[in-house]
């Protein structure tokens, strides 16, 4: 699965690797998604295939989302039971009671309305109540397609999406895709159909699963990953076949920290933060048995120059942290849309030869969740 790299590096590196000029053939391509361990460890519900038009609501329930109707005011008060009447019950008590119980609940309002951390702390919490951000930035339907180039040269198609709500295990979860192909003139050196389904857990914001499909001239490849958030556990299961070794099998598990994103995840989970220019972000990452810590520094604001026209983007180095020591994962750059959806505009990696560059050609807009 290899380290955590930004998202022009998921897939695209591959297409640099080989000369071939069509998908490997196997005759098992069928089989390769059939994982019975995770079949039984994950259950994943998905709306119809065309769902009604979703409806501009607002991105976090409050307790407004849950009102006391008059009704049940009336159900509270009035229970039809009769209190006998009698002299000996004087109003003092009863008001004693009642400054009581005021003053208990305004102790309770106090320390309700009292800010509580956002954890974990090493999370940035401006711009979030809780887990949740105060602004959504996804929204169901939206497609940002960028181009990805090398030496200039067009070589494939990369886009990020996000798709309707899904229930993981019961739980309402965003479901994301990030997909590459290679453009058919770049076919002739190295075919790529890649995609990988994200889901993550509305509520607290972590991933739960991701599904990795990689059809290639060298390989196919089914991957999927639970991230088990209450034994705090991943597992990961692989089925692949190659030419040079043929069919091959893996199952991996090791321990996460509270509130990890994974690779694919942290890519959409990095749109949340409000990314002020001079200030770090950091977020917990685990991915093949390594437990590590993603941080990212804005460092400055431009204009950027796209097939969409000039876009207000925020400029954003990527580096990771393993093991309590700093690890420069390159020289890697991130544009971000300086607006409230944090689209990702443009990725540019630096790889032994030359350097990888993918930007948005098309934005396509959404509905909130």
Sequence with gaps: MGKFSIAASLFALSMLSACSTSFLKYEKADKLGTIDEFEKAVKIEEPPAAPAEATEVPAVPTEAAKPTTTADKKTT?????KTP????????????????KSKSEKGKKAAAASPVRRQPELEDDAGFDGRRPL???????????HDVSYFKMSAGELTFSTLPMATVNGRKSYKHNIAIKTISLFASV???????DIFMDYADVVPTVFELHVKESGQLREA????????????YWEKKVTKKDGEEEKREQWEIEEYAQNVY??????RMFQWEVGKEYSFRVSNDKENLVFSG?????????????????IVVQPNIILKGKFKPIGENLIWLSDDEHKYILR??????IGTLVSEVVSIKPGKLP
């Design 190 to 196: 190295y075919t790529v159909e890649d995609n990988v």
């Design 85 to 100: 009447k009698s002299e000996k019950t004087e109003k003092k008590p009863v008001a004693a009671k009642a400054e009581t």
């Design 347 to 352: 990725i540019e990696a630096k790889i032994k």
């Design 224 to 235: 999927k990953m639970l991230f088990d958030n209450v034994k705090k556990m991943a597992t």
């Design 135 to 145: 602004v959504d930035p996804f929204r169901i339907g939206e497609v940002v397609k």
């Design 297 to 313: 520094k804005a460092i400055r604001k431009e204009v950027l120059d796209t097939e969409l026209g000039p876009m207000k983007a």
């Design 77 to 81: 008060v009035g229970t039809g039971a």
């Design 265 to 270: 995840s942290a890519i959409y989970y990095m």
